[in-house]
């Protein structure tokens, strides 16, 4: 195997692991804005935790995280929280950033 072959394959392994990373830091984000949102929805205990699975599940949907808002804004309406779509957006910028450090540090 040459050098650039080398590379080539380095390249590959970097990107693998950086869509692991990315992955799993959805998923951790989504289990904690899931967190967030059911506490704004009154939820707590076990059925805190399954809303927050269910969330995580629902990022499966489709692409990008657009399933992730549509259902947290739906269920915000129902339930007549008043959160702003820029606040939930913040929010779940706040809290992929969180995810990312959390597993960088490996917790």
Do not use: P
Request: aromatic fraction near 8%.
């Amino acid at each position: 195997m040459n050098s650039f072959e080398k590379r080539g394959e380095g390249f590959e392994k970097k990107f693998a692991l950086d869509s692991e990373i990315q992955f799993k830091a959805e998923a951790r984000r989504n289990r904690l804005l899931g967190q967030w949102a059911a506490e704004k929805l009154g939820k707590t205990g076990a059925e805190a935790e399954a809303y927050a699975k269910n969330l995580v599940a629902v990022d499966l949907q489709e692409a990008g995280d657009q399933d992730v808002f549509n259902q947290i804004r739906a269920d915000f309406d129902k339930a007549g929280v008043m959160v702003s779509d820029h606040q939930i957006r913040r929010t779940m910028d706040e809290f992929m950033a969180e995810a990312i450090q959390q597993i960088k540090q490996g917790t």
